[in-house]
């Protein structure tokens, strides 16, 4: 896309949750977002039938986003930087590879995940995560967010990262 406009790469919960609390537009002509193929992958794989499922639509979803391919070896030299990459969901893993070697500037949003985000301090790119909550609040879109998706949690789960490795 190249369009002057930050880029943020998100995962399938991060999308997920973007629709369920119906700030999906905001963000899409705030910022020029980013995501792996797995994800796409995993946004239709949920179950309609599940109460609590967000029905995501896949045409916009490749509409609004720059949609990136990994390699397995991608994944491989990822790996071996990140022992706990082999413990993620495929998602997350191919989204996480992907950042590891190719856009150091952006932002990286993650899941509510823990793993995930120990994952991601693995690859060196704390710096890098930001919660939902903190890229809405500038462009004036505060919604209410599952606790995860906040600036909170995520700095709670990076400082025990932290204090394990010392």
């Known amino acids: 896309m190249g369009n002057g406009k930050p880029v943020i790469y998100f995962d399938t919960c991060a999308i997920i949750e973007a629709h369920r609390v119906k700030c999906w537009r905001q963000l899409v002509d705030r910022y020029e977002l980013h995501t792996v193929r797995k994800c796409c992958e995993e946004l239709a794989d949920g179950n309609p039938y599940d109460p609590e499922y967000i029905a995501v639509d896949q045409g916009q979803i490749a509409r609004d986003m720059v949609i990136h391919d990994v390699t397995p070896v991608q994944c491989v030299k990822a790996a071996t930087k990140a022992a706990t990459l082999s413990g993620l969901d ?77």
């Open 90 to 166: 495929a998602g997350e893993k191919e989204l996480l590879a992907w950042c590891a070697e190719h856009d150091r500037d952006a932002m990286i949003i993650t899941t509510g995940d823990r793993a995930a985000i120990v994952t991601a301090c693995e690859l060196n790119l704390r710096e890098k995560l930001k919660s939902l909550e903190e890229i809405t609040k500038p462009i004036g879109v505060n919604p209410k967010f599952r606790h995860h998706f906040c600036r909170t949690w995520l700095e709670q789960v990076c400082a025990a990262f932290a204090l394990d490795n010392l």
